[in-house]
């Protein structure tokens, strides 16, 4: 266990690449209990790897600081905890991109803000991307604990829905904002 950052790695202005690796069972006292990164010209790159039962204060899995950009290709993230943000990945400033990744059991024991999700949609024709009915797309968020995959909400308490639209051309970028209950911070999104 580090007894501050990065309980696997911690890289400081770098360029930082891991390929087909599993960091498993990493904790650290602060941020980022398999990965701490920090530094306006860091890159980071996780291709083909693994962040399993990792915990932190911040940022389970990984944590970036002032970043330039921390991307992840086909990685996942299993069971990493956060007590305060980003259960498996948190960054505070700089860009995150992931992309075929997997989120699976991973969580925040407390956060008293918004949850952002910043969506990047594609249309491979650049005709856009529309609902056949009006003329939308949409992201539904529901709460984890009344959700029910076959009818949407087993309650009254009805989703959060986000509508999204491309009229044209070939990606549109929206951020997504949920307001968070303190003790229940876990949402499904449907698109």
Request: proline share 1%; aromatic share 10%; charged share 20%.
């Amino acid at each position: 266990k580090a007894l501050r950052h990065g309980g696997t790695l911690y890289a400081s202005t770098s360029f930082v690449r891991v390929r087909e690796s599993a960091i498993s069972d990493s904790d650290a006292a602060d941020k980022g209990g398999g990965a701490y990164l920090e530094g306006t010209s860091t890159f980071a790159n996780f291709i083909d790897s693994s962040f399993d039962r990792c915990k932190a204060f911040t940022g389970g899995a990984i944590s970036g600081e002032v970043v330039k950009s921390i991307t992840a290709n086909n990685t996942d993230f299993n069971f990493c905890d956060a007590a305060n943000q980003g259960g498996a990945v948190q960054a505070s400033g700089g860009e995150i991109e992931l992309n075929d990744c997997n989120i699976a059991d991973s969580g925040v024991d407390y956060v008293a803000e918004q949850s952002c999700l910043t969506l990047t949609m594609f249309s491979a024709f650049g005709n856009g991307w529309v609902h056949p009915n009006d003329g939308q797309s949409y992201l539904f968020v529901f709460k984890a604990d009344v959700f029910d995959d076959s009818m949407g909400t087993s309650s009254n308490d009805g989703p959060y829905d986000y509508k999204l639209s491309l009229d044209s051309g070939y990606s549109a970028t929206e951020q997504i904002c949920v307001n968070t209950d303190v003790g229940n911070s876990e949402y499904v999104l449907k698109l």
